[in-house]
């Protein structure tokens, strides 16, 4: 049992080395909630993955922020003992937020954790060390810019490419790339740009041997995503769509998938991220684990979670030096082989270097009982 004394949030700011461009926005910049809880014995840390505008989902920085300091953390901080695995049922008086959700429950679990010495990817059921990498290409200017990162994302090792598309910004482009690189593990990602009257960009892609194509239609339609996944051989992939693991047990028993992508932040933490994998590995659907641009807190949580046995696809799992040029952690590296290594110390296994972190932080606020 924990009894947690202060919850530190932290809105932090770290540019990223390139813009990340797609079918909803472009970034230039990392800015995220950290939130570090201080218990008896130990501390523990969760990144918040809501951005600073509300277009991925309804969740943004200053939102998660205010649901964060007025509703969970004085449920948290007026809590005697609690553990991880009652702050769902102790957070259900607020509807949705599973952003904010997952930073304060992810921040718990990492304490309690650290406590008991045992590390993430142990607690969750991990069978392996490493996890394959596979990489997210932003939309580029131009074809041949993304040809160009394409191929140096290959030489870099990368187990699978994800290419971002958009409106207009699909089927020539994926075509490019796929010609030339036959042999690759090639993937597309709309984010809900589109809708059940684009089917035949959809038929077009479907040529392309892919290995998914990522929630094409708007996040509340599953009934569209069915009917289109009906006339594709290509898997569909569900991300936004999928917000909980009642979720995604209906996606899988309406046809809408046949992958999943778990974020843990968007489906309200690492106990709910289980629970989905759990629902998709008894429907023998295979998922992999999204990023969202995460800092080294973020990635240490992803990499416990994507060496869960169904997790079986490579994920968004890139190296800190895709995103930053200085993480907030000791960066995360990937072998020439594409692979990454689970970290293995207790909890998320990693810390923030506290000058770096300070230097990046932009508003702080502690709250106490
Ligand atoms: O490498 O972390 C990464 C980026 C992977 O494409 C990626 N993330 O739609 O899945 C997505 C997208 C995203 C990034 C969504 C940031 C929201 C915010």
Redesign the pocket.
Known sequence: MTRVRAVDLRLVGLPLVRP?R?SFGQ?TEKACILARVETDETWGWGEC?A?VEPD?SGEFNDGAWLVIREFLAPALLRANDVRAEDLPSMFAFVRGNPMAKATVIDAVLDAQLRAGGTSLASYLGADRDRVACG??V?ITPSTEALLDQVSTYLLDGYRRV?L?IAPALDVDRVRAVREANPEIALSV?A?AAYSAGDVEVFRALDAFDLLMI??PLHHEDLIEHANLQRGLRTAICL?ESIRSAADARTAIALGACRTV?I?QGRVGGLLEARAVHDVCADAGVPVWC?????TGIGRATNLALAAMPNFTLPG???PSA??FRDDLTEPFEMASDGTMAVPTGPGIGVEPDVDRLDACTRRREVLTA
């Open positions: 990340f797609t970034s993955v951005d991925f990489v997210s932003g994800k971002k990602d984010n990522e929630q991300d992508n974020k999204g990023g969202m641009l995460e968004d799992t890139s895709r995103y």
